[in-house]
Every structure is written in structure tokens, then in C-alpha cells.
């Protein structure tokens, strides 16, 4: 059986060297972090957003974890969407240093490790650049407040019958 060429580690393509990647400067990095923490916080907020407020089926969800009736005249999914914006204020400085992990990995030529070796890369990156020790705490912070939020969330609407 013929192993196939992208699998053969003596085969032409796995030999050829891969071109040199161009380093950016640091107002490049600064442009590149700042659009793709802008695209992916507007990304996700606006999918949020979108099933939360706009979906049809969760209406009747909304009523039963605020109430029918609520103060001021608001409707239960728009209190929803308040309750999330709130608990979403945080999340682009988390995709901020999460981009600038991500980034330096790029540099560092990690970025394209597969699975649970780039979360590797993420808890060692400080020994190689210790300016990153900041962007490790809040993107681990980051995560444990989501899962934080995910979980009161899960024992809030199971407490409701939700």
C-alpha cells in the first residue's frame, strides 16, 4: 500500500522549505489585533444578540426567567439582551489578549499545532516572552468567567423548571 505524498515525510511537499513569513512591525500588530478583536466581539455579540432577542421560541423561556410583566413596560427578551450585554462587557478584552496569544504563537511558528499542543503553547508562552503573562492571566480569567456565568446560568433556569 502507497502511503500518500502529504503523509510521506520524504516526499517533495514535506521537503520543500516553506517561505519565510515577513515579520510585522508593532503598528501592523496593533492595526491586525484591533480589527480582529473588533470583528470577532461585534461577530459574537450580534449571534447572541440574534438567538436571544429574535428567535421566536425564546419568548416563552424569557417570561419564565424574568417575568411576563416588568418594569417600565419591558418586554422579557429586551431584558434579556440587557442581562447579556452587561455579562458581555468584558469579552473583547479577553478576545484582545487572546489575539495577541494567538499572534505571537503565529510569530513564534506554533500557529498551526493542532489540537491541545496550541493550548500547550498558551500555558508556556510566558517562559519564551514574559510580556505575555498578562494576556495568560485574562485569557484563563476570562474563560473561568464564562464558565462562571454558564453555570449560574444553567443552576438559575433548572431552579426555575426552565
Given amino acids: 500500500m502507497k502511503i500518500p505524498d502529504f503523509l510521506d515525510p520524504a516526499s517533495p511537499i514535506n521537503t520543500t522549505p516553506t517561505p519565510a513569513r515577513r515579520t510585522l512591525t508593532e503598528a501592523e500588530k496593533r492595526k491586525l489585533l484591533l ?9 459574537f455579540y450580534v ?18 426567567a424574568f417575568g411576563s410583566y416588568l418594569a417600565l413596560g419591558l418586554s422579557p427578551q429586551f431584558v434579556g439582551c440587557l442581562i447579556f450585554t452587561v455579562f458581555y462587557i468584558p ?5 484582545w489578549h487572546t489575539m495577541t496569544l494567538a499572534l505571537q ?4 511558528g506554533a ?36 464558565l462562571v456565568v454558564v453555570f449560574a446560568w444553567v443552576w438559575y433556569a433548572s431552579s426555575l423548571g426552565i
Fill in 111 to 146: 500557529w498551526m499545532i493542532p489540537g491541545l499542543a496550541f493550548l500547550f503553547y498558551i500555558l508556556r508562552a510566558h517562559e519564551d516572552h514574559p510580556s505575555l503573562r498578562r494576556s495568560q492571566f485574562i485569557l484563563l480569567g476570562g474563560l473561568v468567567y464564562y
Fill in 35 to 43: 480589527r480582529t478583536t473588533a470583528f470577532c466581539s461585534i461577530t
Fill in 47 to 64: 449571534m447572541f444578540i440574534g438567538v436571544i432577542g429574535f428567535e421566536p421560541d425564546g419568548e416563552p423561556i424569557a417570561a419564565k
Fill in 105 to 108: 504563537a503565529r510569530e513564534d
Fill in 91 to 95: 469579552m473583547p478584552f479577553v478576545i
